[in-house]
Each structure stands twice: as C-alpha cells, then as structure tokens.
C-alpha cells in the first residue's frame, strides 16, 4: 500500500506538469486577445504596450515564457502574478478558496442526504408511486442546467428580485469568519441550487445499484439467518450499494474544489470558479494556468484518495 | 409421532411477462425429526423453489402460494413475516449452492456468524464471538480462532461451505436444508462436505433436506428420496428401493446416467433426451412423456396422480405404465438393454393398462 501510494503521488506531478504544458501551449495556439494591449488600458499608445510586454516577458518565446514559470513554480511555488493587477495569483487563489469550499461543503452535505435518502427509498418501495415521483423528480433535477435553475431559484425565492422572497439572493456572500448566520443564509439557494442535479444522479445511482444488490445470493443468505428486512437492506444491501457511490462522491468533491463555474457566476461567489471565469474573459494566463493546476490538483488527489477509500470499503481490493 | 416438517399439496406460481410460471404444482411429503431426505432433480423441476418456499423466500407480489408447509404444527406459508423470521435461522436454517457468493463479501466470517448468532439468542458480542470460534472448529476449519477474523474471499470453496454450514447450525436448528451444496465445489471436496453434513446430522440429531441433481450424490446419505419433475414429485422411496427397484422411468434415465465403479468400464452413460418441458405450457397428461421412451396415446392424454406401488406402501410412483410391466422393463435396462430393446421385449404395444 505504501508503494502504491508514491507511486500514485509521482505520477500526479507528472500529470500536473503535463496539464501546465497543456495549457501553455492551448493559450498561445489559440490567442483570444493581446494581453499586454488589454492591461494598457481603453487607448494605449503602441509604445506603451510594447513596454508593457516587455516587462510581462511576453516578447519571448512560448517556450522560455513557460521555462521561466516553471522555475518559480518548482524553486519557490510561485504561480506568478496577475496580467490584470500584478497581485500573486497564489495568494487570489487562496483567498477565494474558502468561498468554493464553504460552496462545495454545504451542496454535498444536502445531495447526500437527498441522494441516499431517495434512492434507497426508492429501491425499498420499487414500482410504486413514491418510486415513480421520485424518479420523475430525479430526472427533471438531472436534466435542469445549473445557470437556468440558478435563475428561476432566484427569480421565485429571492430576498431582493424574487416573487416569494424567503433566501438571499445573489451578492448577497458574507465570509464565514465574518457572521456565521449571514454566510449560511446567504448560502442556501446556492447550496439547493448545486445539489439539485448532483443529488438526483445520486438517487439514481444508488435505487439502481441497490436494486441489483438486493437480488444477490448473500441478500437470501442475510434474509434465510432470520434478520429483520430493515437490517437486511441497510447493513447487507446498501453497504455493497454505496461503494460506487462513495466514489462518484471522491471524484465529484474534487471538481467542486477546483470551481463551481456555474453556480458561482450566478450567485456571484467570489470564489476559485469565478476567479477563473473572469481570468479567462481578460486573456490573464497566469490566472488561468494557476486557476487550472489548482483545480487540476484537487482532482487527481480526489482520484487518490477515492481509490484508497476502496480498499478500505472494499476489503476484496488490495493494491502493491 | 407426528411429522416435524409436512407440506400439503404446495403450489408455487410465479407471475411473470412471459406469463404464469407454474414452479411447483401440487407437491406433498413430510420429514420426520432426524430424517434426512433427499430431493432429486433437473434444474427447473421446482425442488429449490418448494423449499425456498418453505423458508418463505419467495413470497413477492408476484407470488400466487396454496397449500400448507406445517411446521411443528404451524403453517409456515400462512405465518406473518415477523414469525416467520424468527422461525428462519433458528428452527430451519438453509445452506446455498456457491457459498462465495452467499457470504457477504465485506463482512469478516466471524462478523456474520456472530450476525446470526445474535439474530435468534440475546447473548454478547464476545459470548458469540466465542461461540463462533466453536462452531468454525466443528465445521472442521483449521486455527478457528485465527479464521474468524478473515473475509470469504480468503477461504477456499470447501472452507467457505464449512463456514455457511456453521453459520446455518448457530442456533441449532430441528432442520436444515441443503440447497445443492456440493455443486460449485471440487469433486474431492465435495464428498467431505457431504460426509460433514452427514456427521452433524447424526451428532445433532437434525432433520436435513438434501436437495440435488445428482442422485449418486445422495444414495449415501439419505434415508428417503423424492424424485420431483416439472414441479411435481414422480416418485417418492426410501433409499435403498429407489437404487434397487426404481419404478418411474425419469428415476431410471436419472439412474443410467451416474457413472459407477461396479459397472463396465466401456458401458456407456445415458443421458435422458430432450429438455425439460416449459413450466408456463406444460405438456398434457403425463408432463414426462415428451421424453419418455415408454409413452403411449394414453399417456397423452391422462394426468398420473402419485400412487403407492403394489406391494410397498412407503414406495410411490407417479406412472400410467401397469408395476409389472416397469418391473420387467426395469430387469431388462438392468440387463444392459437399451429402452427401446426393453420397450420391444415387455411388448408395450400389447400390455393393458387400467386406472390414472
């Protein structure tokens, strides 16, 4: 296990190294705007710019741009600073971060439980009309895109714009540290907006799984002891059930980590998400590549620990 | 005495898209304390689904039971499912076909035995943790104390049967049936899972119920035996008369097609033709004659009910043809004979037949 485990850490620098190049050669390949031109300001004199690329090094090669990166990245982890304002990427990146993690933290504490609740009850009471509510709800929540339900959340529910006005609406983010009761508050919306289509998948994910661990020969085993149908569904059947889904949970927390785009453009969340959005839309490599190996990071480290977790949940799976 | 196990006229149907599977159509036997019976066989022929009904297994709304399964005198099909749990495991406990898929794969052994330990008794985790450890030892597994902390997956086949074995007799129970549990092992292992089942049914003083498609399986362990076909029982003898005077002709397919040691090398094994019939359009008549080689017009046509033979009162059969008549075609098959030598030398064409 402990072999396996730097194995896996290695390859996640090597994959890691290998987004960064990715990303360095898709933003010279494809060029959206000059960024020395967009930091000159609304009229720039040629010879401004020029000075301005100069001192951004963007005159140089792609490739001695990323050497020169990469330097301060391995010797001092330094992501370099903004094209936009000359402030650290890093130090933006962790500023924003407890927004997305505040954002990520609550949204999987409500799909869960939605998620597990519903699909184990929807196993439990296949083919009746709770089974068939829930589902139809179910794929509605999957089908609903972020930014529209975002929308109509806040167009219904909204303090401020809404027609039934009991949630704070957008812009409305208080940091955590700062007032406890407003953070929550201010959190909700976004919280049932997010989890909607994740808690929906999670239902269907686990009615299914569980659905066709409940005709395995160990079920009968469980039922022909004399166990009690409750016992038998959540300590035989749903315990081999959740495994996939403990894993689609590892994976889906790390891309939450990285930047829920969506949900925090809609909310305006100044979080890691919406830090990236607005780099792109200002051609802000530095930005962007930061906002990219971060996002990257946490979803190769997601993968890790999810495959970790399986030989635990799992004890069957054994790595070397 | 009266019977500890007695089922009466057992119907299971199953509603299905294909529509009314008819699994077990009128089937009636009882066991006594301490017998061990054995049900023999193909796939399909409803022996696996009368006794899964008997745990109540099957009940679904897509289950259609009648008849009765009196059990110390309770009717198991007509008890609540909260009676009946407590009678599941603890009077009547069931052994599956592959025990690696009837273990719960993340549950150490001991967790599972001590599952079901503490499902029927109000004893401590440790007292059944201890009690386990016992019971992996009788099962005959090796360094029980060590084994209990080990997951199925680390268990051979045969020590994976010893464990659902053990897991089975936790609470000790008047009867338990073995749903073909040596048919997923190794041939060598097989017999000492057999010989295991044999000991503990003698130590114990339990009824087992011996379900199999392998008659040879259960010539040496069993007192009586029922033959069943297409959800029916055929033919229902003690041991020793079903390997000395079978009387239904599906007994003497099943016979001819074991491979014996006291037979010819160079004689060959028959095997039965054709299929098992469907259990949604049964044949007419005699649900065997599709198959069988003695069939005549009438048998088409008459249903045969399960009738003691002539002079045996415990040997009953479930045949249109006359007992001498299956007597002599029996002594010619024995004879080496193949069935339509046999067939020709009785004169089937000729004999009379009276009675269903």
Redesign the interface.
């Known amino acids: 296990m402990g072999t396996y485990i730097i194995r896996r850490l290695l390859w996640v620098i090597v994959l890691l190294f290998l987004v960064s190049l990715l990303t360095f050669i898709i933003f010279y390949l494809f060029p959206s705007a000059d960024p020395a031109a967009l930091r000159a300001g609304r009229q720039p004199n040629p010879a401004l710019v020029e000075q301005i690329r100069q001192s951004l090094g963007l005159d140089k090669p792609w490739y001695v741009q990323y050497g020169r990166y990469m330097k301060n990245l391995i010797l001092h982890f330094d992501l370099g600073t903004s094209y936009q304002n000359n402030i650290s990427v890093k130090e933006q990146i962790f500023q924003r971060l407890p927004a997305t993690i505040s954002l990520t933290v609550g949204a999987v504490v409500v799909w869960v439980v939605a998620g597990v609740s519903v699909g184990i009850l929807s196993a439990v009471k296949r083919r009746t009309w709770l089974d068939r509510t829930a589902m139809t709800g179910a794929l509605i929540g999957i089908s609903a895109p972020v930014y529209w339900l975002g929308l109509v959340a806040l167009y219904l529910f909204a303090n401020d714009i809404g027609k039934i006005k009991i949630f704070s609406g957008a812009n409305s983010y208080v940091p955590l540290s700062q007032d406890p009761a407003k953070w929550f508050s201010s959190l909700i919306l976004p919280w049932l907006v997010l989890a909607a289509s994740f808690a929906a998948f999670y239902a269907r994910l686990l009615r299914a799984n569980l659905l066709e661990t409940m005709s ?3 079920i ?10 409750r016992r038998v569904i959540m300590r ?1 059947g749903v ?2 059930a959740m495994t996939p889904v403990v894993t689609a949970l590892g994976l889906d927390i790390g891309i939450l980590l990285g930047g829920a785009i969506l949900t925090e453009s809609v909310f305006n969340i100044p979080g890691v998400g919406r830090l990236a959005y607005d780099a792109i839309t200002r051609s802000d490599l530095p930005m962007i590549q930061g906002t990219v190996l971060f996002g990257a990071f946490f979803i190769v480290m997601a993968n890790l620990v999810v495959d970790i977790a399986y030989a635990f ?4 799976v054994r790595y070397s | 005495m009266s019977a500890l196990l007695e089922v009466d006229d057992l119907h299971v149907y199953f509603d299905t898209d294909d529509g009314l599977v008819k699994a077990v159509d009128g089937v009636s036997f009882s066991v006594d304390r301490g017998e061990v019976l054995g049900i023999v066989g193909e796939s399909g022929s409803g022996k696996s689904v009368s006794m899964l009904t008997v745990m109540g297994l099957t009940r679904s709304s897509n289950t259609q039971l009648s008849g009765a399964a009196r059990f110390e005198d309770r009717d198991l099909i007509e008890l609540k499912p909260d009676e009946l749990r407590q009678v599941r495991g603890n009077d009547i406990a069931m052994i599956f076909q592959d025990p690696l898929s009837s273990l719960h794969p993340f549950y150490k052994v001991g967790w599972q035995l001590v599952e079901a330990i503490r499902a029927h008794q109000n004893v401590t985790k440790a007292a059944a943790r201890e009690r386990s450890v016992e019971l992996l030892d009788m099962v005959g597994i090796p360094e029980p104390r060590r084994r209990v902390d080990a997951y199925p997956h680390e268990f051979s086949g045969g020590m994976r049967q010893r464990a659902m074995i053990a897991m089975a007799l936790a609470n000790e129970p008047k009867l338990l049936i073995a749903d073909e549990p040596t048919t997923a092992l190794d041939v060598t292992v097989q017999a000492q899972i057999l010989e295991l089942i044999a000991r503990l049914q003698r130590e114990l003083g339990m009824a087992v119920i011996l379900i199999t498609h392998d008659l040879g399986v259960v010539a040496e362990v069993t007192n009586n035996i029922n033959v069943m076909y297409a959800g029916r029982i055929v033919e229902s003898a003690p041991t020793d008369r079903i390997f000395a005077a079978p009387e239904h002709p599906y007994t003497w397919g099943l016979l001819r097609s074991i491979p014996s040691l006291d037979r010819p090398r160079d004689e060959e094994l028959v095997p039965i033709p054709g299929r098992p019939p469907s259990l949604i359009n049964r044949p007419t008549g005699c649900h065997f004659h599709p198959r069988c080689p003695y069939v005549r017009e009438r048998h088409k046509q008459v249903d045969p009910r399960l009738d003691a033979v002539l002079d045996d009162a415990d040997h009953k059969v479930a045949c249109l043809l006359p007992s001498e008549t299956r007597k002599r075609i029996w002594s010619e098959l024995k004879a080496g004979k193949d069935p339509q030598e046999a067939r020709a030398a009785v004169n089937l064409e000729e004999v009379e037949e009276v009675g269903r």
Do not use: N
Request: glycine content about 10%.
């Open positions: 395995e020969d160990y009968r085993t469980a039922r022909a002891k004399g166990l009690g149908e035989h315990r081999s949940l799992d004890p069957r």
